[in-house]
């Protein structure tokens, strides 16, 4: 299985620009996340989805939108990027309630604004 | 909001020497649990702790859960090279908030 599969692995954008980082899971996970990471910060969420159907705001949700597309795909939409974007992003999935089952994580989207 | 707070950022180690990370939070945790990344690669889950008092070993990881289900710690004993990584603790009280994580090199 592939577990849960990020594209792109690299983006360079300049500001201003949009984009949107995939994310599909093959475990027929309930939940699913989006996280940034930067140095010294941690994981720190930015929105995520219990449920097909559903998306909520995390820690750090300004400037982005999701999608949960289907019960396997759940979309990360920067519509303006900004410098301040530049960061490692990470999707996860989990099988249960939000933070009582084990997260598997893709292996990242880094992304650097000019 | 809660809170959850990691020590130490960075540990540097001679291989063989214990490591020990400690993980706290601001409210009492439902369950706590533990990530390992590999430099470049991306967090991996090691185990979840979920009673008071609750200590689990994994090989020469141990794991332990505080009586307030407030605090968390992870100990390797006799580090080796492939322990290298950043350890993240992620505590529960509703969503999952991750520590800042640990930093270990281990110096051959």
């Known amino acids: 299985n592939a577990g849960v599969t990020q594209t792109p692995k690299f983006q360079v954008l300049k500001t201003g620009q949009s984009m949107t980082l995939q994310c599909a899971q093959d475990?027929?996970?309930?939940?699913m996340y989006w996280y940034r990471q930067d140095p010294g910060m941690g994981l720190r969420l930015i929105y995520y989805s219990a449920s097909e159907g559903t998306t909520d705001k995390g820690e750090v949700p300004n400037g982005y939108n999701v999608s949960r597309l289907n019960k396997r795909e759940f979309s990360l939409r920067l519509e303006s990027a900004a410098p301040s974007q530049t960061s490692v992003y990470f999707c996860?999935?989990?099988?249960?309630?939000?933070?009582?089952?084990?997260?598997?994580f893709g292996d990242g989207t880094r992304l650097s604004i000019l | 909001g809660q809170q959850v707070m990691q020590i130490p950022q960075y540990q540097h180690v001679q291989e063989g020497e214990d490591f020990t990370t400690y993980c706290n939070s601001s409210?009492?945790?439902?369950?706590i649990q533990w990530y390992k990344q590999r430099p470049g690669g991306h967090p991996v889950f090691l185990i979840q702790l979920v009673k008071s008092g609750e200590v689990k070993k994994q090989k020469r990881l141990t794991f332990q859960f505080g009586e307030a289900k407030k605090n968390s710690s992870l100990h390797i004993t006799a580090t080796q090279t492939t322990d290298v990584g950043t350890y993240f603790c992620?505590?529960?009280?509703?969503?999952?908030?991750f520590g800042q994580g640990t930093e270990l090199s281990v110096k051959p």
């Open positions: 475990m027929n996970h309930n939940s």
């Open positions: 409210t009492t945790l439902s369950n």
């Open positions: 992620a505590g529960s009280g509703g969503k999952l908030i």
């Open positions: 996860a999935s989990s099988g249960g309630h939000l933070s009582n089952q084990p997260q598997h």
